[in-house]
């Protein structure tokens, strides 16, 4: 039997293959239930194991992941042959052995012969992005289930944190039920770490205001967190670029929908950009730019340790 289990919803791929585990009783006790990688395991190889019937169950199931060669990416383990003997297998499987393509990203393409014989030979699990709405009611039913409350504000501040995955937000509500049985703003405050969009944009905000107690307390915050110094320059260096092109473009009588297509911003970020950028003079905006693009070059030919750069950088405003 061939399975493909495929979307972008994590957590809701991972419980689909368990449960494919738990009704062909397969696991990694009896080696009735294998991962493979192709990146790692040649395709050959995967598809003699899928042939060999099972040793101690009634069936047994190979996980095949990195599936790259279906999309439209080229990957350099899969040979041509290796495509042929991949769809003969599809069309003469092997009847003991459950077959799963796992794959946690939308992007098969559907032009591709091996995708085609997919369609035509496996069972699809397509899973997608749980919507808003689905969210926040899953979300509270998580809560409920683990015999705990949530206040509407909490669970709107918890959902802004985690956005929109399914995933991070399981795991943030496991966190807060063992932490309290009633959850306020202030719980997810304290517990739920902010998203580092949401740190840069607050960052960004306090060096454009000169406002150095604000700024050494966002930089200690995602220095726990492990941000890579490097990442965070282009981040801030990002923001201040849309802060000052949507300002520039906003002078120019330039709509929000105008301003979409031009820069490729999320419709629903313009608006909150151009809000922002009011309080700040282009100026300013263009000088910090400046100063960070004098900072890479500094950190890229060895004249300043990344860290140390970054830190400079926010002291001087």
Request: with cysteine; proline share 3%.
């Amino acid at each position: 039997m061939n399975i493909v289990i495929y979307g972008n919803e994590k957590l809701l791929m991972k419980q689909q293959l368990a449960k494919l585990k738990k009704k062909y009783h397969t696991d990694e006790e009896n080696m009735s239930f294998i991962v493979y990688y192709l990146n790692e395991t040649s395709m050959s190889e995967i598809l003699s194991d899928a042939l060999t019937p099972p040793f101690l169950s009634e069936y047994k199931m190979i996980v095949l992941r990195q599936p790259i060669f279906l999309t439209s990416e080229k990957q350099k383990e899969i040979s041509e042959e290796d495509i042929i003997t991949f769809i003969d297998y599809l069309a003469h499987d092997n009847p003991t052995t459950i077959f799963v393509i796992y794959h946690d990203v939308m992007n098969f393409d559907k032009r591709k012969k091996a995708v085609k014989a997919l369609r035509k030979y496996a069972k699809f699990y397509e899973i997608e992005k749980v919507n808003r709405h689905d969210l926040y009611k899953l979300a509270r039913e998580a809560i409920k289930k683990r015999e705990a409350i949530i206040n509407d504000d909490a669970l709107n501040l918890l959902l802004e944190r985690t956005g929109d995955d399914l995933e991070a937000v399981s795991n943030q509500v496991e966190k807060l039920c063992l932490y309290t049985k009633n959850i306020q703003i202030q719980d997810v405050n304290r517990l739920v770490s902010r998203p580092i969009e949401e740190n840069v944009f607050a960052l960004t905000n306090a060096i454009l205001s000169h406002d150095l107690s604000q700024v050494s307390f966002i930089y200690h915050d995602l220095m726990i967190s492990n941000h890579e110094p490097i990442a965070l320059i282009a981040l801030i260096a990002h923001s201040l670029r849309n802060l000052y092109q949507v300002k520039l473009l906003e002078r120019k009588g330039y709509s929000d929908k105008e301003m979409v297509s031009i820069l490729g911003l999320n419709p629903r970020a313009v608006y909150p950009i151009r809000m922002n950028a009011k309080k700040f003079e282009i100026d300013d905006l263009l000088y910090k730019l400046h100063q960070l693009s004098e900072l890479d070059v500094k950190i890229k030919t060895g004249m300043i340790d990344k860290k140390k750069g970054l830190e400079l950088f926010l002291m001087s405003i």
